[in-house]
């Protein structure tokens, strides 16, 4: 089944302890990205890949890194949490960059 | 910059009634529209798009027609269901942005028999 696989689907942590969320899609997509999603803000793109080692920011990077080393993984990693980093996250992929992402099930952290 | 404006939610209807969201967008080039869909506790799902003015998409008995005179991409659907029960994303993207889509806040239906 084409996907897109997020991990874990829930998190609870403390400020400041690192943590990555992964993201593996099994369709072969060039373009992925991570978005966060908070009530009355809508999505917000994070940080998005076109390929393999090509990554760049969205609109909302600052305390966040991503890494593509591979055409199927894209995690995000929090260096350092911070309580203003709970929301929820999603992960996405596209054959043709936004025709028709297909989204994980999502990520909700919590940063305590 | 480019921005998405969807009309306020929630929006609760009685199942066979006519839904309207509504959307407009500012963008700077000639954006690529699209209606998202997210089912409670799963991702986002693509629902329909149209990548030219004039364009209608369609999908599940949800319409949207892209008008570029008025900015717009309202979503209909001439008799909704309680599945229809959701939060509804208007999106953009254009050329110049990319792998970008920019979202509205989303709109929150809510069906009852």
């Known amino acids: 089944e084409a996907q897109v696989t997020q991990n874990p689907r829930y998190l609870i942590t403390v400020t400041g302890k690192k943590l990555t969320v992964t993201c593996s899609q099994n369709?072969?997509?060039?373009?992925m990205s991570w978005y966060r999603q908070d009530p009355g803000l809508g999505l917000r793109q994070i940080y998005y890949?076109?390929?393999?080692?090509?990554?760049d920011k969205g609109d909302v990077p600052e305390g966040y890194k991503v890494s593509r080393k591979e055409k199927r993984n894209f995690p995000l990693i929090l260096e350092s949490p911070s309580p203003n980093q709970t929301s929820l996250y999603f992960c996405?992929?596209?054959?043709?960059?936004?025709?028709?992402?297909?989204f994980g099930s999502g990520t909700r952290l919590t940063v305590v | 910059g480019n921005s998405v404006t969807q009309m306020e939610g929630p929006v609760t209807l009685s199942e066979e009634a006519f839904l309207t969201i509504n959307c407009t967008y500012t963008a700077t080039g000639y954006p690529s529209l699209f209606w998202y869909v997210q089912y409670p506790g799963e991702g986002l799902q693509l629902l329909l798009k149209?990548?030219?003015?004039?364009d209608k998409g369609s999908n599940k008995g949800f319409e949207a027609t892209y008008r570029k005179e008025t900015t717009s991409f309202h979503l209909e659907k001439g008799s909704v269901q309680v599945s229809d029960s959701a939060v509804y994303f208007c999106a953009l993207s254009d050329r110049t942005s990319g792998s970008r889509l920019t979202f509205g806040e989303g709109t929150q239906l809510t069906v009852n028999p």
């Open positions: 890949s076109m390929n393999v080692e090509v990554t």
């Open positions: 369709m072969n997509h060039e373009y």
């Open positions: 149209a990548t030219k003015a004039d």
């Open positions: 996405a992929s596209s054959l043709q960059g936004p025709y028709g992402y297909t």
